[in-house]
T-cell receptor, first 109, second 115 residues
Framework: DAKTTQPNSMESNEEEPVHLPCNHSTISGTDYIHWYRQLPSQGPEYVIHGLTSNVNNRMASLAIAEDRKSSTLILHRATLRDAAVYYCILWGSARQLTFGSGTQLTVLP | DTGVSQNPRHKITKRGQNVTFRCDPISEHNRLYWYRQTLGQGPEFLTYFQNEAQLEKSRLLSDRFSAERPKGSFSTLEIQRTEQGDSAMYLC?????????????FGPGTRLTVL
């Protein structure tokens, strides 16, 4: 399976934008890029996914590099409720999700 | 609440005992997944069902583990002769079928502690 690399932790100030990077240099042409997040004491929740083009939804934006070897999850205005572990996952032909260790986002008031 | 539910939320057991967890997926979802998560790690895939058929099992799923999904609705995960290494959060997720990258909806998990 193609792997992803994320920083272990990041900090952001409340109400400022957050850019969470993910490297996936061995991505295949059919792999989708998914982001999930896990708030403390909860199961993971879906954030966004994309294939080639940048994507926006009510939670976040996903910027995908032209060569698809990296992507960035953008939270436009971080709130304290966004403090969570963010997972970047490549989804190909397997039905299950393969999680890495993710990025622990701390939001400072 | 129409989300994924799991019971019990917490289970403490002694080594060697059997435990069973239940997952109720979102009603129209025909795929159901079990994951295990230990402290500080991301969830690890255990097994998945399409309707009542168990289509894939991870190497992590030893012969002490068994999962069922009778009638393609709720699912149970049983661990026999529990060991301290089984202590973890057991997460259930469900999704729609189809060939595309369907969003998985996760339950709150069952935290197992084996003494």
């Amino acid at each position: 399976d193609a792997k992803t690399t994320q920083p272990n932790s990041m900090e952001s100030n409340e109400e400022e934008p957050v850019h969470l990077p993910c490297n996936h240099s061995t991505i295949s042409g059919t792999d989708y890029i998914h982001w999930y997040r896990q708030l403390p004491s909860q199961g993971p929740e879906y954030v966004i996914h994309g294939l080639t083009s940048n994507v926006n939804n009510r939670m976040a934006s996903l910027a995908i590099a032209e060569d698809r070897k990296s992507s960035t999850l953008i939270l436009h205005r971080a709130t304290l409720r966004d403090a969570a572990v963010y997972y970047c996952i490549l989804w190909g032909s397997a039905r299950q999700l393969t999680f890495g260790s993710g990025t622990q986002l701390t939001v400072l008031p | 609440d129409t989300g994924v539910s799991q019971n019990p939320r917490h289970k403490i057991t002694k080594r060697g005992q059997n435990v069973t967890f239940r997952c109720d997926p979102i009603s129209e979802h025909n795929r159901l997944y079990w994951y295990r998560q230990t402290l500080g790690q991301g969830p690890e895939f255990l097994t998945y069902f399409q309707n009542e058929a168990q289509l894939e099992k991870s190497r992590l799923l030893s012969d002490r583990f068994s999962a069922e999904r009778p009638k393609g609705s709720f699912s149970t995960l049983e661990i026999q002769r529990t060991e301290q290494g089984d202590s973890a959060m057991y997460l259930c997720a469900s999704s729609l079928g189809g060939t595309g990258p369907n969003e998985q909806f996760f339950g709150p998990g069952t935290r197992l502690t084996v003494l």
